[in-house]
């Protein structure tokens, strides 16, 4: 079975400074890669995905992410971090199962001012 | 709007008295799943559906129940709640294909004392 792990349980960073949240997985086959972003109360919000093709994937709020299949990783970065991108941070891996869908622990994001 | 819907948001109860979290989702989507989420253990699948009538266990099913019986709808039932129960839950949903974005709910939080 998949299995994701975020190495980082948390990471702070300053507004304005560049981030990268850290995913690996372990799949045998090609994977389906998101990330979600939970901001405090809410639900979980896709920022992206990957499926195939171009290992750089674009994501809403600024966010991109790199598929590195040498490397099994699926990092999450940001150029300018800002206040309002402190939430926790969900890496997930699906694959050819329906009911096959993993997460990650979680990176929760401080931004401080 | 399109969304999935979750009541109640907060629950307090005591240990087996039985409840139903609900989950409602307006976008006619064939799978729905139902989610645990713990610090440091990041989303695990309870159970899911791929239609009406037709459910299957996931990761950690054990003392919860479910059901489909409409498309739209699908409660979670614990018959006799314990206080290794208490969590954040989260209702989702998507269309059949596994490319499709999996939508959540804004998350019930049960205490079980």
């Known amino acids: 079975a998949q299995s994701v792990t975020q190495p980082d349980i948390h990471i702070t960073v300053s507004e304005g400074a560049s981030l990268e949240l850290r995913c690996n997985y372990s799949?045998?086959?090609?994977?389906?890669l998101f990330w979600y972003v939970q901001s405090p109360g809410q639900g979980l919000q896709l920022l992206l995905k990957y499926f195939s093709g171009d290992t750089l994937v674009q994501g809403i709020k600024g966010f991109e992410a790199e598929f590195k299949r040498s490397q099994s990783s699926f990092n999450l970065r940001k150029p300018s971090v800002h206040w309002s991108d402190a939430a926790e941070y969900f890496c997930a891996v699906g694959g050819n199962n329906n009911n096959d869908m993993r997460f990650g622990a979680g990176t929760r994001l401080t931004v401080k001012p | 709007e399109a969304q999935v819907t979750q009541n109640p948001r907060y629950l307090i109860t005591v240990t087996g008295k039985k409840l139903t979290v609900t989950c409602s989702q307006n976008m006619n989507h064939e799978y729905m799943s139902w989610y645990r989420q713990d610090p440091g253990l990041g989303l695990r699948q309870i159970y899911y559906?791929?239609?009406?009538?037709?459910?299957d266990k996931g990761d950690v099913p054990e003392g919860y129940k479910v059901s489909r019986k409409e498309k739209r709808n699908f409660p979670l039932i614990l018959e006799s709640p314990s206080p290794n129960q208490t969590s954040l839950y989260f209702c989702a949903s998507r269309g059949a294909g596994r490319a499709h974005t999996q939508y959540f709910g804004p998350g019930t939080r049960l205490t079980v004392l």
């Open positions: 799949y045998g086959a090609t994977p389906y």
């Open positions: 559906s791929m239609n009406v009538e037709v459910t």
